[in-house]
């Protein structure tokens, strides 16, 4: 892609976050539906114009269950490739919030920020979680910690997954679903991505944004992958800590069979599987923003 392409493309969507974000603020402060819609519409734009597909596999939770998303992290696409499919909150680290591009997108998901360096945070963080699932939010949790290079998948620390004991003691809620989820991007202008190439499109460790994110729109259209794994019941009885293991080793495997896969993961699937095959969804600003209609489909 070249130079202008980008700046056009980036332009694009500088102009529709100073449309959106004060209708996303005022639709947050006056609590509208709304302010779970227009994440939804921004990031499906934001997929569009830098050429990012991704194809779902596996059942999304359903509307009304509450369910506490547990993810590997890649990249700060991550982000909108997760929020293009459902209106879904983050828990990330505080620092987020002042970042370019990416604090924006985190604000404009409703992120819940935690600042790790100070330990008694968690407890408040676990608190607002816990409000956030028994009011019906779906809430995505990094457990690693951080992002990685794409190519392992870190330890799942355990400790936030306290929001979810935390959100036991509320009245309507008996039991909470921790849902594994699987985030790997398999494919970059039409051919597999290799173990050498996936740190490429991670970004970890110290880089820095700017030169990650125009050299990402440069390099060409690139395939996602988002397995849904079998959700995990979790009551009062429950193990916290077998509980995230047991969420870890799920979204281990959908990762390894992804990149064992590569650009295959993306076929469909011979009929009499459990997984349907993949559709397209017409344009950004087209698609139905119902969440329970958003199954094994695809946005280009």
Not at 6 to 21: D, E, I, M, S
Not at 58 to 75: D, F, I
Not at 165 to 172: G, I, K, Q, S, Y
Not at 267 to 295: D, H, N, R
């Amino acid at each position: 892609m070249k130079s202008v392409g980008v700046g056009a493309r980036l332009l694009v969507l500088a102009l529709a976050a100073a449309l959106l974000l004060p209708l996303q603020i005022l639709a947050v402060r006056a609590g509208w539906r709304l302010a779970e819609r227009i994440p939804v519409v921004f990031h499906r734009l934001l997929l569009r114009l830098v050429r990012v597909r991704v194809v779902v596999r596996g059942t999304p939770p359903q509307p009304g269950r509450a369910a506490l998303v547990l993810a590997n992290h890649v990249s700060w696409m991550d982000i909108p490739v997760l929020g293009s499919l459902l209106p879904v909150s983050f828990v990330a680290k505080s620092e987020v919030a002042g970042w370019p591009v990416v604090g924006l997108l985190a604000r404009m998901q409703r992120c819940i920020f935690i600042d790790r360096a100070r330990k008694s945070h968690t407890t408040h963080v676990n608190t607002e979680v816990a409000h956030r699932l028994a009011r019906g939010d779906l809430i995505v949790l990094f457990p690693e910690g951080t992002t990685g290079d794409g190519n392992r998948l870190l330890p799942f620390r355990s400790s936030l997954v306290g929001a979810a004991r935390a959100a036991l003691t509320e009245p309507t809620l008996e039991r909470i679903d921790l849902q594994p989820l699987a985030v790997v991007y398999v494919r970059r202008n039409g051919l597999p991505v290799t173990r050498r190439e996936r740190p490429a499109i991670a970004w970890y460790g110290d880089m820095e944004l700017a030169p990650h994110l125009a050299a990402f729109v440069r390099a060409g259209s690139v395939d996602a992958v988002v397995q849904w794994g079998e959700p995990i019941p979790f009551d009062t009885a429950s193990d916290r800590k077998q509980a995230t293991a047991a969420a870890e080793a799920a979204v281990r495997s959908a990762v390894q069979e992804a990149a064992r896969l590569g650009g295959d993961v993306l076929q469909p699937v011979p009929k009499g599987l459990s997984t349907p095959p993949s559709t397209p969804l017409p344009a950004p600003l087209a698609v139905p923003l119902e969440p329970a209609k958003v199954y094994d489909s695809a946005v280009r």
